[in-house]
């Protein structure tokens, strides 16, 4: 039998459109055994929330309620950007022991993971008993050991949807169109717009993750030579890509409380780059004149109502509810993990890693998914892992001309 | 009995979600009267493709996959942007006599109104008899004497739910968030951010339309008290903002071959507002850090897979076979225009109105539409008007503290 007390279920880092869903999970399978948890809390903005002392008693929502919320994009608990400090674990654990509270399921990406990891650590060392989980999830996708993390199957299904939408555009009045996709370290996201590609010809032409170093001159070069052969070229670009030992393309400003710098939010990278290539075309081609221009993703991509993966949404809900169902089963603490089944089919199943091993660190896209050129990435390997997270995708039809 | 002969058909201007079902309107309807209509070709990118002999026949597309393009954002047969000049005239009239047209259909915003308001009057100039009719299609919603346009629907669909999400995500994550619009002239797109808010204190808290003259210092004050007040703002800017007089807000370089500035594909509005409202709290409110962000939701807005409004989709295609009823019912000029008709629930019907009532010229949303500090829309005004166009947008549930 477990030990009966307390949850606290949080919300941290950047919001996902799926991440209510993990949130649901965590809830509905702790309400369901009252016996061992005899409360279900939720910290309104993460731990801050539990510094503060600001919670929301489960006990008072309606099933219809909580599920009209799991399908609702962004953290319904309200999220945090505050990593946990010694000082922080003191005002922790004098709060966990005033509540009772013994299970602690903390959703979110790397940054959570190592917030979680601490608090475990805490608890270890003050000799509290604690069960500690975190539940994954990253627009980024870049966790390790999971296979994929909830919430990037739905931000992929925005930038693939989003590059079909734009290569359309693109192909009726030609230009050249730079659009600039999230994700810091990894290039996933960036890579998802592969699957706009429905026919030949189709954008993005050139795909540019922060997995290998950026260029200006043979980006130039690269456009350029798409943009004569078809008249148009589009352009995806993550936000993270950099020069050689991490070099910056252009300089940015903010640094937010984890020493991440600032790179959404802005239309600084594609504005530059965009400035950047007409200023090269005018050099190369002046006797022509240039449509340029550059989108940047933003926020938009991050949890967008009505543009959902069902595959996403009812994983990241099994992430809530598989971290619940391992510390009912004794585990004490982890994060829960993905790994695909054997089998032609899609398939997953959970399974829990160690806290250390997802914290911190996070994983970039392997260099074997990009092109030698790194202007691209290598279809063959990125479109059978990345279809089945996005779905299917909307119809798109051509004249036959 | 109509003169048969040839449909020349085409679209130009910037593409819609919704911009080929009109096209496929028209095309369906002229394929069902063979013996009026005896080719139906498509101009490939507008009058251009009539200019240089590039169409596409009909006659070869299967019926699955006309009903295939319908359902595609952006111009099918692809755009342009060009106005006729009497030049041009005298070799698009060369190309009719060449083909046998007798019927052309054009499909855009006002600035394709207008071209094919002088390709009629060139007609009539020459004496040659021609049946010509303009299409409405703008995201902007900004052509005279009808109730809307096709096409701004989805793009208000977009827009409300962009505005949801990223509301939703403010409120997880607090701080200052400006989105800028499409809408160069008119603030109907930035107004549908207002379908956005689902519960007391939802953004967008602030909608400035392009409508009313802009002032930053006014736009800092305002943002400062919401800012105060709720310890977050959520702001709806019209890239078409200006101060008296069309004074411009920052500077801006490219021109069109209409004579319009860009305004998009670029984030330059939203990164000047931000860093001008950063500026200003740091005089107000120094012993704050403040988290200012924006995001220009560009091209994505206007031909989204997947985010179309259903009402939308069916009135583009019935501006279509209403252009050609028209023709076929012995009207020789005019636009398709829609009004409401009476009665609680939404319904509409289409009326031909003459091409010069339309083209050129714009029609701003009414003053009365905008509250009188010129910082937000009137609800009771805007919402009975969009909400119909919009159709239903994604539940959205909140816990309850």
Known sequence: MSLSGTVIVGQSGGPTAVINQTLIGVVQACL?????????LGAIHG??????????????????????VAGTPSAALKSVRHKATPADGTRIFARFKELGVRYFFYIGGNDTAETTNIINELAHAEGYELTCFHCPKTIDNDLRVTDHCPGFGSAAKFVAQAFM???????????IKINIVMGRNAGWLTAASVLARQFPGDGPHLIYCPEVDFSLAAFCTDVEAIYRKLGRCVI??????????????????????????????????????????????????????????????GYLQRCFPGVVSATDAAEAR????????????????????????????????????????VAKDTRPMPRTYINAAGNDVVTAEVVPYLAPLVGPLPPIGQLKF
């Open 318 to 357: 099994q992430a809530g509810t598989a971290a619940v169902a391992a510390a009912l089963a004794g585990v004490t603490s982890g994060s829960i993990a993905f790994r695909r089944t054997a089998g032609a089919e899609y398939h997953i199943e959970t399974f829990v890693t160690p806290l250390p091993t």
């Open 47 to 68: 731990i801050q929330g539990i510094l503060d002392g600001k919670f929301h008693d489960f006990a008072n929502e309606t099933q219809a309620n909580l599920e009209l």
């Open 236 to 297: 995806a670009v993550s936000e993270g890509i950099h020069g050689p030992a991490g070099k910056e393309i252009i300089s940015l400003g903010e640094v937010d409380s984890h020493g991440n710098k600032q790179l959404s939010g802005s239309g600084a990278l594609g504005d530059a780059l965009s400035d950047i290539l007409k200023a090269h075309l005018a050099k190369t081609w002046p006797e022509k004149k240039h449509r340029v221009r550059a989108d940047t993703f």
């Open 165 to 175: 939408g734009d290569n359309l555009d693109n192909r009726s009045l030609a230009g």
């Open 32 to 40: 369901a055994q009252p016996q061992v948890f005899t409360k279900v």
